[in-house]
T-cell receptor, first 109, second 113 residues
Framework: GQNIDQPTEMTATEGAIVQINCTYQ??????LFWYQQHAGEAPTFLSY??LDGLEEKGRFSSFLSRSKGYSYLLLKELQMKDSASYLCAVRDSNYQLIWGAGTKLIIKP | SQTIHQWPATLVQPVGSPLSLECTVE??????LYWYRQAAGRGLQLLFYSVGIGQISSEVPQNLSASRPQDRQFILSSKKLLLSDSGFYLC????????????FGNGTRLTVT
């Protein structure tokens, strides 16, 4: 079957760096997406990786290793507004998105 | 870029009542459209997707149905709601291109009482 694993919850301190991991087993691979979802709101798109390596976008970076079925989202200079759930999703060989359950990130002052 | 309009934002309905949620998309033509549901504290569950007018694929058997009467309109319906239908319903679309991400509407929070 198809599966995406993320930690359920993580806690970090304001101003610090946090890495959220995502491992996947899917039928084919056509890209990996990271989304941010604040409580009670819809998910918003953060990043897309289809080739191995690091994609940087301001304070957020996303890394992909296709051979290992692994990705991480790196958040730097954490701010209180970064408290949210972070969803990892993989597009499979049929171009359907397989979603992880999300990682709830709690930022403490 | 596309804009997704979804309404209503919140809805409280009694068990056994009908449901109609509407979603319209602006800024793109012939989009792929999706209905997702998210139960409290859970991940996203794909309910339906559509690649064109009148073309609906159902991912989960249940008492919900979807229709796409126009290119940029997607409707989620039920004839009789169940308690288990409560959740956060999200309409989404993708644009053109392989790297095009899924974009979501603001969602409808449905509570069935």
């Amino acid at each position: 079957g198809q599966n995406i694993d993320q930690p359920t919850e993580m806690t970090a301190t304001e101003g610090a760096i946090v890495q959220i991991n995502c491992t996947y087993q899917t039928s084919g691979f056509n890209g990996l997406f990271w989304y941010q979802q604040h409580a009670g709101e819809a998910p918003t798109f953060l990043s897309y990786n289809v080739l191995d390596g690091l994609e940087e976008k301001g304070r957020f970076s996303s890394f992909l290793s296709r051979s290992k079925g692994y990705s991480y989202l790196l958040l730097k200079e954490l701010q209180m507004k970064d408290s949210a759930s972070y969803l990892c999703a993989v597009r499979d060989s049929n171009y359907q998105l397989i979603w992880g359950a999300g990682t709830k990130l709690i930022i403490k002052p | 870029s596309q804009t997704i309009h979804q309404w209503p934002a919140t809805l409280v309905q009694p068990v056994g009542s009908p449901l109609s949620l509407e979603c319209t998309v602006e800024g793109t033509s012939n989009p792929n459209l999706y209905w997702y549901r998210q139960a409290a504290g859970r991940g996203l569950q794909l309910l339906f997707y559509s690649v064109g007018i009148g073309q609906i694929s159902s991912e989960v058997p249940q008492n919900l149905s979807a229709s796409r009467p126009q290119d940029r309109q997607f409707i989620l319906s039920s004839k009789k709601l169940l308690l288990s239908d409560s959740g956060f319903y999200l309409c989404a679309c993708t644009g053109t291109g392989e790297s095009s991400p899924l974009h979501f509407g603001n969602g409808t929070r449905l509570t069935v009482t």
